[in-house]
C-alpha cells in the first residue's frame, strides 16, 4: 500500500484532516499543514512503518510551585509540540513560536498505562508505580479528535512498573538516560546541573538559551539590590521603615533567586544540547 506523505513526512490523512468523527474539514488541514512545517526534524525518528495522525499545542509538565514562580513567563518557558503517531506520542518543548530546541521525548503506548484528556490536561500514567505526567493548555479545538483517537489506542504498558516519558538524542535519536548528560551512543553533550550559575544575575537563563529571561532577571535583580541598599541608608533616619522594606525587599530578592535556581535546573532535565544546532547522524554524510 502507498503511503500518504506531507512535506516529505508519512501522515494518515484519514485522520489527520478529519474531525473527530472521520469527516474530512478544511480547517483541520489548514490547522495541520501549520503545523507540521514546524517539524521537519522529526523525519529520523520515525520508525519504517510509523505515520503522523495528529498534531497539536500544550505546555510542558508543571506543577503548582512552577506555576506561582513563574506567572506570565509560564507561556514563554512551558510551550511545546505534542505530535501522535500510531506507536508514541512525541513530546517537543518549542519556543514561544513553537521552534525547535532540539530536546525531543517520546511516550511509547506499549509502555504507557494509559494516557487521557481530561478537560485540556494530557494525562500520562506511566506503568504500574502510580506515576503520571501531566501536559496543560492541550488546543481545546482538538480535545474531541484525540479523545477519540486515543480510545482506539492499546496501551500495554500495565506490567512495566518504571516505564517513563524518555528522552531522545536530537543527534542520534537513541534514548537518553535520565541524569545522564552525555549520550551513550554518540556522545553528544547536554548542558548540566549547577546551583553557581544561577547565583550571578541572568547567568543560569542565558546558559539554557532563554536570553530574554536572562535579561529581564538582570534587571530585577539589579532593581531589587538597589532598593536593599536605599532601605538600609534610611535606616539611621527611620529603624522602622528601613527594616521593614529591608524585609520586604529581601524576601523579594531571595524569592526570585530560589525561582531562577528552580527554572534553571528544571529545564536542565528537557536535555538541552551543548552545541547550539545539532544534526542528525543521518543526514551527514
Known amino acids: 500500500m502507498l503511503r500518504s506523505y506531507v512535506f516529505d513526512l508519512p501522515v494518515n490523512r484519514d485522520i489527520m484532516f478529519s474531525d473527530h468523527k472521520g469527516r474530512y ?5 489548514k490547522q495541520q499543514r501549520g503545523l507540521i512545517v514546524k517539524i521537519p526534524f522529526i523525519k529520523p525518528f520515525l ?12 505546555y ?22 505534542f505530535v501522535f503517531t500510531n506507536k508514541r506520542i512525541f513530546h517537543i518543548p518549542t519556543t514561544v513560536r513553537y521552534g525547535y530546541r532540539y530536546s525531543i521525548a517520546q511516550i511509547l503506548y ?34 474531541r479528535k484525540i479523545r477519540t483517537l486515543l480510545e482506539k489506542i492499546e496501551f500495554k504498558g500495565r506490567n512495566r512498573p518504571d516505564s517513563e516519558r524518555a528522552h531522545l538524542c536530537p543527534r542520534c535519536t537513541k ?10 551512543n554518540c556522545h553528544l553533550e547536554f548542558k548540566k546541573k549547577s546551583w553557581l550559575r544561577s547565583l550571578l544575575p541572568g547567568v543560569g537563563y542565558f546558559y539554557i538559551r532563554l536570553p530574554f529571561l536572562g535579561i529581564v532577571n538582570v ?3 539589579l532593581a531589587l539590590v538597589g532598593l536593599l541598599i536605599s532601605s ?13 522594606y ?7 530578592f531571595l524569592f526570585e533567586k530560589i525561582a531562577t535556581m528552580y527554572h534553571s535546573r528544571h529545564f536542565i532535565d528537557e536535555f538541552i544540547p551543548e552545541m547550539q544546532e545539532v544534526k542528525p547522524l543521518s543526514t551527514l554524510s
Open 232 to 244: 538600609y541608608l534610611k535606616l539611621d533616619q527611620n529603624f522602622e521603615t528601613g527594616s521593614l
Open 47 to 58: 520508525e519504517p512503518d510509523e505515520e503522523i495522525l495528529l498534531i497539536t499545542t500544550g
Open 175 to 184: 534514548e537518553l538516560t535520565k541524569g545522564h548528560y552525555v549520550c551513550s
Open 246 to 252: 529591608l524585609l520586604l525587599f529581601g524576601g523579594l
Open 110 to 143: 506499549s509502555e504507557s498505562q494509559s494516557v487521557a484528556l481530561k478537560g485540556r490536561t494530557l494525562v500520562v500514567q506511566c506503568g504500574v508505580c502510580g506515576h503520571q505526567d501531566k501536559f496543560v493548555g492541550i488546543r481545546g479545538k482538538e480535545k
Open 219 to 221: 534587571i530585577v535583580e
Open 25 to 29: 474539514k478544511k480547517r483541520f488541514e
Open 60 to 81: 510542558s509538565l508543571v506543577n503548582t510551585l512552577e506555576q506561582v514562580m513563574t506567572a506570565w513567563v509560564f507561556i514563554y518557558l512551558k510551550r511545546s509540540l
